[in-house]
């Protein structure tokens, strides 16, 4: 009963959140999503991955051996994935990168720092950082068919983590009025995209219930063991262990969606993997939480 009421309490205030923005559009309230989007993945996003990698505690080599198990995590995830679409002959361009790629900004950001604190967080902000950068290379080339080096290298969130890890290896720290003003507005991030994530969710409109739902089973399934064999593979530490795991199996995130509409693919067919995938994380992230803490 401890253990239920431990993970109940990390991942409700996940979930509230997301329903506040869930009910605010079924109340018929105005909601700009592309705005606050475009604010909190320019401004906010970018001030939590800094600070939290500034400010962490945690050795950095134990930094990097969490990047190249997040890293190898996403390319066993794509071999795999790209397998079970060629075998069921589905669209790689559609499927492929929302199955590979998960929310690990919106829920697992939040998720991580209510389970396990500050040390959490710097240990996500790194598998998020891996999978921001494979989601607007690989990710992109996938939908749209052609590189994304260029976008790449405008995004903020990829520079404050190139930035934040060099600050953490050289020991570096920014003036207090300056460290207290990022840290401000970063947290301002982890409400506004799970607020977000519930607005998007309500707007989407799903396409087919049963393929999607077969499918986010699946994307949750896989991603699960393969996080737990690479993160035991590369001898992670407990907590580090858990936060990929967790991360890795996070829904289908919101942005594939966008992706999807931007690029011309089936946006209507990423949006039910989006709505089921969310769902079913209700039940299997709880779960997951609850063996990786035990």
């Known amino acids: 009963m401890n253990l239920i009421s431990t993970v109940l309490e990390i991942t409700a205030p996940v979930f509230a959140l997301a329903l506040i923005g869930f009910g605010w559009v079924r109340l018929g309230l105005e909601y700009d999503v592309r705005f606050v989007s475009r604010?909190?993945?320019?401004?906010?996003?970018?001030?939590?991955?800094?600070?939290?990698?500034?400010?962490?505690?945690?050795?950095?080599?134990?930094?990097?051996?969490?990047?190249?198990?997040?890293?190898?995590?996403?390319?066993?995830?794509?071999?795999?994935?790209?397998?079970?679409?060629?075998?069921?002959?589905?669209?790689?361009?559609?499927?492929?990168?929302?199955?590979?790629?998960?929310n690990t900004g919106n829920v697992g950001l939040p998720l991580a720092y209510f389970a396990f604190g500050e040390e959490g967080l710097g240990y996500a902000v790194v598998v998020f950082a891996v999978m921001a950068i494979g989601s607007f290379t690989f990710g992109i080339r996938i939908v749209a068919g052609r590189g994304a080096m260029g976008r790449v290298l405008r995004e903020p969130l990829v520079w404050a983590t190139l930035l934040g890890a060099l600050f953490l290896w050289r020991g570096w720290r920014t003036p207090d009025v300056v460290t207290n003003t990022l840290e401000l507005v970063g947290q301002m991030a982890i409400p506004l995209m799970l607020i977000t994530l519930g607005v998007a969710v309500a707007r989407l409109r799903p396409g087919t219930l049963a393929r999607t739902t077969a499918l986010s089973a699946a994307k949750i399934a896989l991603c699960a063991m393969v996080a737990a064999a690479l993160g035991l593979w590369f001898g992670l530490p407990p907590t580090a262990f858990a936060v990929l795991v967790v991360q890795i199996s996070t829904p289908v995130a919101v942005t594939s969606y966008l992706l999807a509409?931007?690029?011309?693919?089936?946006?209507?067919?990423?949006?039910?993997?989006?709505?089921?995938?969310?769902?079913?994380?209700?039940?299997?992230?709880?779960l997951i939480l609850a063996i990786v803490i035990a």
Do not use: H, N, W
Not at 72 to 80: E, F, G, K, N, W
């Open 39 to 102: 604010m909190a993945m320019t401004i906010s996003v970018p001030c939590l991955i800094f600070v939290a990698l500034m400010k962490t505690e945690i050795d950095p080599s134990a930094l990097a051996t969490l990047s190249f198990a997040a890293g190898a995590s996403y390319v066993a995830l794509a071999l795999a994935f790209a397998a079970l679409l060629a075998v069921l002959r589905l669209d790689q361009p559609t499927y492929l990168a929302p199955l590979i790629f998960g």
């Open 261 to 286: 509409e931007k690029y011309g693919s089936d946006a209507q067919a990423v949006a039910g993997l989006v709505v089921t995938s969310t769902l079913l994380s209700v039940i299997t992230l709880p």
